[in-house]
């Protein structure tokens, strides 16, 4: 009890929902946040319906999505959102009066020594007892934003077409916008709690009214009409609608019922760890891993189903059908039969591995995959179980490109062989993400190296082993810009179930790497 009045004193947001805690048994942090995503959620019908482009101008629009984000910021964190609005403003002066050569720069410096400093402010307030959502999270999303688009303002500005690639072609911005677009971008309702990032061409597109007709342009022009698309084509969201809603009342029941039977937290208790088996103490973490998952699952989902039920996210023509998945943030099917240790990245915050990609990745002169994890481990925060968690992803990540190059081929000359290096690549991938993404749940560093000596080390020892061992047979290289990668950062710009050629790819890829 005395927890959780602590929790409610510390909540600086509206408390109206305050007694219905009590009764979803969930923190008003985390009941305040489904309140208003709900809102958002009928916001977003009536948006799409009533506020159409065809309806009122794109002013109009800016104005209703900035307001209603703005209410949400106030009613989940009360005063603290002025965190959020001191960094949109600061960038926004950045873009309007520093050197344009030089915006991105300013702007990356700015905005994540800014979030740095809230970060700190949060482990002094809060400790390791933080709630499940605090203003930390729609800050990290505005960081994403006005970073990448100072970053494609400058690529549209100072650069030459022909030193961009195809991507940042696609993305470039050739003029400020205005405060009204800018504000719109970072603070609309649809994605100012919890994201996902997107490009600022494809949010003003969507306020204007192009999103979909240009994409089916793209489609049909590259591709000469041969992708099933025509012109009685229903490119209604309801259906991407319902779908992703139904799978987050699955995730949802699943958190409820199945999560909290299983405490991240137990896998660091003193009396587990001196007693129980190895065998054991690796069964619970596996399966405290996978428990912990669905609550992800379902904030990306239906934040994901929000933006669609605005008209916003259209993909692109899937065999006939349309796609509503150019925003996605996660692929659940992907990430839960994920056979290697990049695939399961790829289709983890697949967003904000776009935005490593496109903010680092692709500009970092060397040290590329080392770099854009120390990004994204500032990035998330500064506990200690986040620094833990990405450098332990680096030897992994090098060790199992070298096993694959090493070993793969020798598997694919009958399906039984291939079948079993699956199986056995899901079972060492899923145990490897359960080792790796301990830490990131655990936060402190004493509870991370009780749960690492507890597993002994061993895949930080296996996975140095195997990438010293296996170097000698392939010398590592560093990957170019423009070829596919077994690294955490994905730099093809296929969709993994593109309707078409190569050439008839969607805009962006929802399959970059994350590095959540």
């Known amino acids: 009890m005395n927890e959780h009045n602590d929790t409610a004193f510390k909540t600086t947001g509206i408390k109206w929902l305050l007694p219905v805690t009590g009764y979803l048994g969930l923190q008003l942090e985390q009941v305040n946040f489904l309140a208003c995503q709900l809102f958002a959620l009928a916001a977003a019908f009536w948006f799409r319906l009533y506020l159409s482009p065809s309806h009122v101008s794109p002013l109009v629009r800016h104005a209703v999505a900035t307001l209603l984000g703005l209410a949400f910021l106030i009613f989940s964190y009360g005063w603290y959102s002025a965190h959020i609005l001191i960094m949109v403003m600061a960038s926004y002066l950045i873009i309007i009066k520093a050197d344009i050569n030089n915006v991105h720069r300013y702007t990356m410096v700015t905005a994540m020594g ?8 949060r482990v002094i307030i809060f400790n390791y007892g933080i709630p499940s959502t605090d203003f930390s999270g729609p800050l990290m999303i505005i960081t994403q934003k006005i970073t990448i688009l100072a970053f494609q303002l400058h690529d549209g500005m100072c650069k030459k077409s022909e030193h961009l690639t195809s991507d940042q072609k696609l993305v470039a911005i050739n003029a400020r916008p205005s405060l009204i677009e800018y504000l719109s971008y970072n603070l609309n309702f649809l994605s ?6 997107n490009n600022y061409k494809d949010y003003t597109d969507f306020i204007e009214g192009r999103h979909i007709s240009r994409r089916l342009i793209q489609h049909t022009g590259t591709c000469n009409g041969q992708n099933g698309y025509d012109k009685t084509l229903d490119v209604s969201p309801r259906n991407a609608v319902c779908r992703k809603l139904l799978v987050c009342c699955v995730c949802m029941l699943f958190y409820l019922i199945v999560t909290r039977s299983l405490p991240i937290k137990y ?6 760890v001196s007693h129980a088996p190895f065998l054991s103490r690796l069964t619970y973490a596996f399966f405290s891993i996978q428990a912990a998952r669905p609550k992800f699952y379902f904030a990306w989902t239906l934040a994901d189903a929000v933006n669609n039920a605005a008209g916003y996210g259209f993909l692109g023509i899937e065999n006939g059908k349309a796609s509503w998945d150019l925003i996605s943030n996660v692929n659940i099917v992907g990430i839960e039969t994920a056979t290697s240790f990049k695939t399961f990245i790829d289709n983890w915050n697949m967003q904000t591995g776009i935005w490593l990609k496109a903010v680092c990745y692709d500009r970092a002169p060397k040290h590329r995959l080392t770099l854009t994890f120390i990004l994204s481990a500032l990035w998330h925060g500064v506990y200690p179980g986040y620094y833990f968690t990405f450098l332990t992803a680096i030897p992994i990540t090098i060790a199992a490109r070298a096993v694959r190059k090493s070993v793969r081929h020798f598997f694919l000359g009958s399906t039984a062989l291939k079948l079993g290096y699956d199986i056995l690549t899901w079972a060492a991938t899923q145990l490897a993400i359960c080792y790796t993404v301990m830490p990131f749940l655990l936060l402190s560093l004493e509870d991370t190296v009780i749960y690492y000596r507890s597993m002994y080390f061993h895949v930080h020892i296996l996975s140095i082993l195997a990438a010293v061992a296996l170097s000698r047979k392939h010398k590592p290289r560093e990957p170019s810009a423009t070829s596919k990668l077994s690294c955490p950062v994905s730099l093809s710009s296929s969709s993994p ?16 790497g994350k590095l959540d």
């Open 114 to 121: 800014y979030l740095t400093l809230c970060h700190v402010h």
């Open 192 to 197: 100012v709690l919890v994201g996902p990032c």
């Open 267 to 272: 896998n660091t208790d003193a009396d587990f």
């Open 497 to 512: 179930s593109a309707p078409c050629s190569d050439q008839c790819q969607p805009v962006h890829s929802n399959n970059n």
